[in-house]
T-cell receptor, first 113, second 110 residues
Framework: DADVTQTPRNRITKTGKRIMLECSQTKGHDRMYWYRQDPGLGLQLIYYSFDVKDINKGEISDGYSVSRQAQAKFSLSLESAIPNQTALYFC????????????FGPGTRLTVL | EDQVTQSPEALRLQEGESSSLNCSYTVSGLRGLFWYRQDPGKGPEFLFTLYSAGEEKEKERLKATLTKKESFLHITAPKPEDSATYLCAVLTYNNNDMRFGAGTRLTVKP
């Protein structure tokens, strides 16, 4: 079984809908991250969490919110999706003791029409 | 503002033709520079972390080096299975987040 799982893997939705992307990990890591990837732009950090009570904004947090339900679960929400949020979304984890060697999930491809 | 620039955007090599990928950065206070490999349809996979200028790390046909302004990923005698997008990222003392470059898409033809 994969160490970092994301659901759904693909999602098509309409402008204005609320969407939640979920991430679960079995690595026992404290730190979890959400990124989006657009062609030609690389990965951009949306939010990150260093433990269950710690949530931090990344480069591009506007239009997104997150919830850290447990050490193993970190969800990303789009409260009112818009077309320019169409992208590939990745969840990642890292061990507190490691210097940010991150382990990525398989990604969620989101299309907002 | 911290910036990470990778070049070239795309590189096509023949099997066995060695080359280098570049990652240049302008940041204030580098904590670490990271290289990742990403295959189509998958999440990035960690390759190396470099912490200080002069440091080198190797893994199979890959060797990463670091100076005060840039990092190189040298690929020696590449094989078709080395085809992927290679991403570099920096972590600085100013931020607790990672800044990624746009990547170099490497294609190795048999």
């Amino acid at each position: 079984d994969a160490d970092v799982t994301q659901t759904p893997r693909n999602r098509i939705t309409k402008t204005g809908k609320r969407i939640m992307l979920e991430c679960s990990q079995t690595k026992g890591h404290d730190r979890m991250y959400w990124y989006r990837q657009d062609p030609g732009l690389g990965l951009q950090l949306i939010y990150y969490s260093f433990d269950v009570k710690d949530i931090n904004k990344g480069e591009i947090s506007d239009g997104y919110s997150v919830s850290r339900q447990a050490q193993a679960k970190f969800s990303l929400s789009l409260e009112s999706a818009i077309p320019n949020q169409t992208a590939l979304y990745f969840c990642a984890t890292s061990d507190t003791g490691q210097f940010n060697e991150q382990f990525f999930g398989p990604g969620t491809r989101l299309t907002v029409l | 503002e911290d910036q990470v620039t990778q070049s070239p955007e795309a590189l096509r090599l023949q099997e066995g033709e060695s080359s280098s990928l570049n990652c240049s950065y302008t940041v204030s206070g580098l904590r670490g520079l990271f290289w990742y490999r990403q295959d189509p349809g998958k999440g990035p996979e960690f390759l190396f972390t470099l912490y200080s200028a002069g440091e080198e790390k190797e893994k199979e046909r890959l060797k990463a080096t670091l100076t005060k302004k840039e990092s190189f990923l040298h690929i020696t005698a590449p094989k078709p299975e080395d085809s992927a997008t290679y991403l570099c990222a920096v972590l600085t003392y100013n931020n607790n987040d990672m800044r990624f470059g746009a990547g170099t898409r490497l294609t190795v033809k048999p």
